[in-house]
């Protein structure tokens, strides 16, 4: 069982930047894919990111790319999700979520059955 805990949620205004992380509970977490997803108020989850074992290869939702950036440390056991130029529309719970896999992520990492998921921390972007 591994548990995933993100932090780093919070209030920003529009056009400024936020950091959350999730640390992992497990020995063997360069054996996890990683990924990020959201869900904001009366809207489904959706991906927003994916980064693999080794960081070496990372995937985003087109409505991120260029702002949001992914990241992982495998000596701390933790995944980074770096936000810059944050829009009201980045509103969410964002979760993250671990996958056993060593593959390269691609388009693929966006439907994967994640076997693990946080419990989410609050970003709220105001206009």
């Known amino acids: 069982q591994v548990q995933l805990v993100e932090s780093g949620g919070g209030l920003v205004q529009a056009g400024g930047s936020l950091r959350v992380a999730c640390a992992a509970s497990?020995?063997?977490?360069?054996?996890?894919?990683m990924g990020w997803f959201r869900q904001a108020p009366g809207k489904e989850r959706e991906f927003v990111a994916a980064?693999?074992?080794?960081?070496?290869?990372?995937y985003y939702a087109d409505s991120v790319k260029g702002r949001f950036t992914i990241s992982r440390d495998n000596a701390k056991n933790t995944v980074y999700l770096q936000m810059n130029d944050l829009k009201p529309e980045d509103t969410a719970v964002y979760y993250c979520a671990a996958e056993p896999s060593r593959f390269p992520v691609g388009r693929g990492a966006a439907t994967y059955n994640y076997d693990y998921w946080g419990q989410g921390t609050q970003v709220t972007v105001s206009s």
């Open positions: 980064i693999n074992w080794n960081g070496a290869s990372t």
């Open positions: 497990t020995v063997f977490f360069t054996t996890y894919v």
